[in-house]
């Protein structure tokens, strides 16, 4: 029997920038023209940022952030497990980790996006769809992505 990695979850403020461009070329979000340092900012600017780092290795493994006004309304996003780690129930301790850190600060109003294949993840965590809102993306500067 194959023994299960073990897993810690930390709350950080920065990261080795190349272990998160892995994770976010595992969840298919990354551009070659992107600049890793700017990853920097990205988690400061987080309210929270979540990394399971497995233990043996010391690698991040998987991550989610928060981002919050800090008073009223937050947003879950960029949640992503290396595809070797998934189906072990990492996902679901980050954004519960995340749920608690927002309620503890005393956030309430809590949303995700959520990519159609992961929709039944979010659904198996509490969210659900918001019937008569539509997400939308400003098309500005460095945001070129498909509609």
């Not at 979540?50 to 996003?77: H, K, N, T």
């Amino acid at each position: 029997m194959l023994k299960r990695p073990a897993i810690v979850f930390k709350t950080v403020k920065e990261w080795n920038p190349l272990e998160i461009v892995r994770l976010y070329r595992a969840g298919g979000w990354w551009r070659d023209e992107w600049d890793p340092s700017r990853l920097a900012a990205l988690m400061q600017g987080s309210f929270f940022f979540v990394l399971a780092v497995d233990a043996d290795s010391g690698e991040a493994v998987g991550m989610g952030r928060a981002i919050s006004d800090g008073a009223s309304d937050a947003y879950i996003q960029d949640v992503v497990v290396l595809p070797e780690f998934r189906g072990q129930g990492i996902g679901c301790q980050i954004v519960e980790r995340l749920i608690s850190h927002l309620e503890g600060a005393g956030i309430g109003w809590i949303a995700a996006v959520s990519n159609p294949d992961t929709e039944g993840f979010y659904e198996s965590l509490g969210f659900r769809r918001m019937i008569g809102f539509v997400p939308m993306l400003y098309r500005g500067a460095g945001h070129d992505l498909p509609v």
